[in-house]
């Protein structure tokens, strides 16, 4: 019986598009697809053997265990910015409570300004050209170009050598002012305690430092000041971007203990959370932004500034604190007065500050509602090159950004959320973030700006303020797992800016991401961050296009955004893994991703699924005066062999034409011809079925449905769901979703067969049609294949003017212009 119900189950035809065969298969038949011996891959395998094993402070569901524990370090600081000598002086007391179960001997701390001395790792490290690269420009030397090194690299190296950069440090000491034996490693300080450090015991170490402040423009770094030498005053102003100004203590964790590698510039930073108290003493014309809560308004601002301040909390559009106007004012001369601006911040991982006479300041209330914050103050100070640009869209993008990220993780906890324009293009702190954008002066005294310029500051400031919740509050590990925040917060922005403006290419579509896939330079997403060849690809674009994936095509958006707020929530304010992000997204789903995971995060594999052939099937009657009669037409259809072509026109005769006195039964009858054996064994066929069996086969006969296998190949080796759209002769289409599971056993080729009606005839088929799979070769997604289309460009070939190709005999004979002479051909080149 259960041979006679596999027989029937298979008793299934093929009829090829290209030839029209007919053969009976059975369920025993070996498959098509071949799997070489020894290369088996399984793709579906589960990544619990490469993730960490569950235990009590990170469980198996992917939240922090019972018995979770994380470091609190808080901090009291006096920082006075010393404008004419573009130095920071400080002193800080640092109170670190031990939560972990273990003993400690000794305290590291990170000393970020060393990575710009002369002896850093990063500075003996740079390589000259080669990718991956942070800052000025250098292109080392080619077959048959010479080397090339920036003006910009030039700018670098002589700043550097000018300015003494690192840190000054003049004390470091316990609570009761005695000495602390410390050790310099680079950008790293161990602090070694008089005490060990027991569970549950607190401590307190006291450092006085100073440094020169680094010019940003110079360096390409992430804080450092910029110097408008045209401004009204004489000899200039400067905005002072200040983050990772003190020596903040390295993080000490359970899966790591302490993180304490070394500080090279790409890979950013790990740390804990505390509470600041930092008093911040500036030149008295300054405004300054600054993470935390402003404390002592009274004394660095005017009535009229703190009254306006209360307006914009329930203003329809931002108010201005400080004025254009008042700006401008400022800039046109200097004080020697100073004013002391005192923040407080509680739960934060870091702080930073800016701080400028330029700073024109304005303010808009987010009434988010709910009961931990529900009014947060967004707020946006820039110098009057920010202009209209600044005015419209910057603090209009900080509230958008807490709208979409609040729906997706929680309401923004923090009383402030800040964009500070001036020289880094984009960095984010706890409530302040930096952001480059700008205008540009003409010569008629208007600021205008380009469509890219107002896409980059509105993208920009969507992505910064995206940072306080991944990772400023979603606390991971930046400096080994990038993709963490990048990624994440990549993602998201994306969300927040198609829900601005969907004409703006935000880059997180799978579409902007196969190039990198298929390149030679792509390493896995989960490879720490200083030795990634490509970053942005690597950890923003690469890491949000496989979340919009899962999103948009593979869990759905129910599903995915309920797991995605899920894991937010669990890990406000704690440290997540990458585990921990992966368990939680399948338990709070439901869904097995580690093929994902596997897939998208460890290897460089990449997406490109063939459609190779199609075959259209015939239901096999059994009835041998059907059957051999659509045998007969098949072959009938096939073309007439061109040889017999020519022969007829030729005019030849044929040997049976001219001897049409001898014939046999052959001659009346071909291989079609139907006896009563055939009859008989078709007859005895339907006698042995069931009658479950007969009922089934006659129906099917009588529907007489089209059949049709598509053979898929998986050349690019990454398993994805495959999405079909099938178009029909009628003009009718259809689209089919097919799971990623359908590889699980040959993850390298796979064929599906396919049922429809009779009038339902298949004209074509077409893999992702709307490109949501980052499939690398959408050419060998249609079936028929299409004509590619492209664009082909005339030009007209020049030669080359160097070396020997040069007309010095003319080139002797130019005048030399005058600097005037220059100055008009510049400006009639820009008309």
Not at 26 to 35: F, P, V, Y
Not at 439 to 468: C, M, N, P, W
Not at 738 to 766: F, G, H, M, N
């Amino acid at each position: 019986m259960r041979f006679k119900q596999a027989n029937l189950a298979a008793i299934v035809f093929a009829t090829s598009l290209i030839s029209s065969t007919l053969y009976v298969t059975s369920a025993s038949a070996t498959s098509a697809i071949k799997q070489t011996k020894g290369s088996f891959e399984d793709k579906f395998r589960q990544l619990d053997e490469v993730l960490p094993t569950p235990n009590v402070y990170r469980n198996a569901a992917g939240e922090p265990g019972h018995e979770y524990w994380q470091q609190q370090v808080d901090y009291v600081i006096k920082v006075t910015l010393d404008e004419e000598k573009r130095r920071l002086s400080a002193t800080q007391e640092i109170t670190y409570l031990n939560n972990s179960p273990d003993t400690l001997k000794y305290l590291w701390i990170q000393l970020d300004q060393n990575k710009f001395r002369e002896d850093s790792m990063s500075a003996l490290t740079t390589t000259f050209g080669g990718i991956g690269n942070r800052g000025p420009a250098t292109q080392s030397v080619g077959a048959s170009s010479p080397a090339r090194l920036s003006l910009g690299a030039l700018r670098r190296q002589q700043f550097v050598e000018d300015t003494e950069l690192g840190y000054d440090l003049q004390k470091v000491s316990d609570s009761r002012g005695r000495p602390l034996e410390y050790v310099v490693v680079g950008t790293l300080m161990r602090v070694d305690l008089a005490k060990a450090l027991a569970p549950g015991k607190s401590t307190k170490v006291n450092i006085d430092f100073a440094f020169n402040i680094v010019e940003e423009d110079a360096v390409s770094a992430r804080a450092g000041y910029e110097h408008f030498p045209d401004d009204e005053r004489e000899g200039g102003n400067d905005i002072f971007l200040l983050a990772q100004w003190f020596p903040r203590l390295a993080a000490y964790t359970d899966y790591e203990a302490w993180t304490n590698k070394e500080f090279i510039g790409r890979g950013e930073f790990t740390l804990e959370f505390g509470n600041y108290d930092v008093s911040i003493t500036v030149p008295a014309d300054h405004i300054v932004s600054s993470t935390g809560s402003l404390t002592n308004a009274k004394d660095v601002l005017t009535s009229q500034q703190r009254k306006r301040l209360k307006e914009a909390e329930t203003a329809k559009r931002p108010v201005f604190i400080v004025t254009a106007e008042e700006a401008l004012e400022n800039e046109k001369e200097a004080t020697n007065k100073t004013k002391t601006w005192r923040f407080k911040a509680e739960k934060v991982r870091d702080f930073a500050w800016a701080s400028s006479r330029k700073f024109m300041w304005d303010a808009k209330g987010y009434q988010q509602g709910g009961d931990e914050q529900p009014l947060v103050m967004a707020m946006s100070f820039y110098p009057k090159e920010g202009g209209d640009l600044w005015k419209k869209y910057s603090t209009e993008s900080v509230i958008h950004t807490m709208e979409v990220y609040g729906r997706f993780s929680f309401d923004y906890p923090y009383p402030v959320a800040q964009s500070v324009n001036g020289p880094v293009g984009g960095m984010e702190y706890p409530m302040i973030t930096f952001n480059g954008p700008r205008t540009e002066l003409q010569d008629d005294g208007s600021r205008t700006y380009s469509l890219a310029e107002k896409r980059f500051l509105i993208g920009v400031v969507i992505h910064e303020i995206g940072h306080i919740y991944f990772p400023m509050i979603v606390n991971s590990d930046e400096r080994q797992w990038t993709w963490m925040d990048e990624g994440l917060n990549s993602f998201l922005d994306g969300v927040a800016g198609r829900e601005w403006d969907p004409t703006i290419p935000w880059g997180v579509e799978p579409r902007d991401i196969t190039d990198y896939m298929k390149s030679s330079t792509q390493v896995p997403i989960m490879t720490q961050s200083d030795s990634v060849l490509r970053l942005g690809p690597n950890a923003y674009t690469k890491p949000a296009a496989a979340l919009n994936i899962l999103r948009e095509t593979i869990m759905g958006r129910e599903l995915f955004d309920f797991a995605f707020k899920e894991y937010a929530q669990r890990w406000k304010y704690k440290r997540p893994t990458p585990a921990d992000f992966f368990r939680t997204m399948e338990e709070a789903s439901g869904i097995d991703l580690d093929w994902f995971w596997r897939g998208w995060f460890y290897s460089t594999d990449h997406v490109d699924i063939s459609l190779d052939s199609v075959y259209k099937l015939r239901l096999d009657t059994k009835d041998p005066d059907i059957d051999f009669a659509r045998q007969r037409q098949a072959e009938m259809d096939k073309p007439v062999s061109i040889t017999d072509e020519r022969n007829k026109a030729e005019g030849i005769e044929l040997w049976v034409d001219r001897n049409d006195d001898i014939s046999d039964f052959y001659d009346e009858n071909d291989p079609w011809t139907v006896t009563n054996k055939e009859r008989n064994s078709y007859r005895s066929f339907l006698k042995n079925l069931d009658p479950w069996e007969k009922r089934v086969f006659e129906r099917a006969v009588k529907e007489d449905k089209n059949y049709y296998v598509l053979d898929f190949s998986n050349k690019g080796g990454l398993v994805m769901p495959i999405i079909l759209e099938l178009e029909f002769e009628n003009g009718n289409k259809e689209n089919m979703y097919i799971p990623a599971e359908i590889w699980r056993r040959t993850p390298k080729a796979v064929s599906k067969l396919i049922v429809t009606e009779k009038d339902q005839v298949l004209k074509s088929v077409t893999v992702d049609p709307r490109w949501e799979t980052a499939d690398v070769n959408v050419e060998n997604n249609h079936y028929p294949r299409r004509i590619i289309p492209s664009r082909i460009e005339a030009y007209k070939s020049e030669r080359s003017k160097t070396g020997v190709r040069r007309d010095l005999m003319q080139d002797s004979k130019t005048e030399l212009k005058t600097d005037e002479e220059l100055d008009k051909k510049d400006n009639d080149d820009d008309e």
